[in-house]
């Protein structure tokens, strides 16, 4: 079976542009969550989806946004990118949002914002 | 609210112990724990459970003290393979989960 798969893996914007990443996660997961990971730190929650609906929000600012698809896949969008959205972006999925399942984390994206 | 791991950094030698510590601020339902390694996705190393139940598919032990919010992952005998840097990720019930800053873990031969 395929994992949770990310796209694209690699991306370089400049100051002020959008972007938008993508995340399909593991067949029958209905939750997917976002997290930002700057080097050398732990990764910091930014959403979690679950049935198409926000089931939580980190703390970063409206710039963000995220949706989730009737197929369960995902989109995170960041809108006016700053130096310090530099980052790699993981998408995890899960069953569901309870906390006793464990989350299976794709590859990421590595954003670079010159 | 983060939670706080430590130590920070440890090295050890192949065959030694350690532990990693995490607290949290809330009162907890679950503890997760994963292990990221240099270029690589977090992944998953076990799920402990208010009232005891514990579950994982690797080698390695942990504690979960509710009463303290605290948890502990023993790394024992350690291989070379347990280097990366280790992420607690406490639960307070249907909550998503907030990870650490992490536990950089170095074997050596």
């Known amino acids: 079976d395929a994992g949770v798969t990310q796209s694209p893996t690699h991306l370089i914007k400049t100051r002020g542009q959008h972007v938008t990443l993508r995340c399909s996660p593991i067949?029958?997961?209905?939750?997917v969550s976002w997290y930002q990971q700057v080097l050398g730190q732990g990764p910091q929650f930014i959403f979690q989806?679950?049935?198409?609906?926000?089931?939580g929000r980190g703390n970063f600012p409206d710039r963000f946004s995220a949706r989730q698809f009737p197929n369960y896949s995902s989109e995170l969008n960041v809108n006016a990118l700053l130096l310090g959205d530099s980052a790699l972006y993981l998408c995890?999925?899960?069953?569901?949002?309870?906390?006793?399942?464990?989350?299976?984390f794709g590859e990421g994206s590595r954003l670079t914002v010159l | 609210q983060q939670p706080v791991q430590s130590p920070q950094a440890v090295i050890l030698r192949e065959g030694e112990d350690a532990v990693i510590n995490c607290s949290s601020s809330?009162?907890?339902?679950?503890v997760h724990w994963y292990r990221q390694k240099h270029g690589e996705a977090p992944v998953f190393l076990m799920i402990?459970?208010?009232?005891?139940e514990q579950k994982g598919h690797e080698k390695i032990s942990a504690s979960f003290n509710e009463k303290k919010q605290q948890s502990s992952l023993y790394l024992t005998a350690s291989q070379l393979s347990y280097s990366g840097t280790y992420f607690c990720?406490?639960?307070?019930?249907?909550?998503?989960?907030?990870f650490g800053k992490g536990t950089r873990l170095s074997v050596i031969a």
């Open positions: 402990l459970l208010k009232g005891g």
């Open positions: 067949s029958g997961h209905k939750s």
């Open positions: 995890a999925s899960s069953l569901g949002v309870t906390s006793t399942g464990e989350l299976f």
């Open positions: 809330k009162a907890l339902y679950s």
């Open positions: 989806y679950y049935e198409k609906e926000e089931r």
């Open positions: 990720g406490p639960d307070s019930g249907n909550t998503p989960l907030v």
